[in-house]
């Protein structure tokens, strides 16, 4: 957390402990425990706090991807058999073709 907003919540709750101890006219020793009690209380927590969102930043995301679309598939094969035409690679093959190649 940045310094001045930590300085900012200190000083909040100094004017809040001095005002309810001067409501309920607490000694000035008193006032200072409680005072100190609370800064130390509040700005562990928000040291904890600061050091648990530093790791959440730190883990990685989930990317979602997308299938591809039809187009997609279509221009990945374009691309990949640009020499050759698509429909001659995915011909039905025939049993008697497949004798005459292993003659």
Not at 14 to 37: A, G
Not at 50 to 73: C, G
């Amino acid at each position: 957390m940045k310094t001045s907003l930590l300085i900012i919540i200190n000083y909040f709750i100094l004017l809040v402990v001095f005002i309810v101890s001067f409501i309920n006219k607490i000694s000035f020793s008193e006032f200072i425990k409680r005072t100190f009690i609370v800064i130390l209380c509040v700005n562990t927590f928000m040291y904890l706090l600061n050091m648990i969102f530093k790791y959440y930043v730190k883990t990685s995301r989930i990317n979602i991807t997308l299938p591809p679309t039809k187009d997609d598939i279509n221009d990945i094969l374009k691309e990949s058999y640009n020499e050759k035409q698509i429909d001659e690679e995915f011909k039905e093959i025939k049993l008697a073709d497949l004798n005459k190649e292993q003659e």
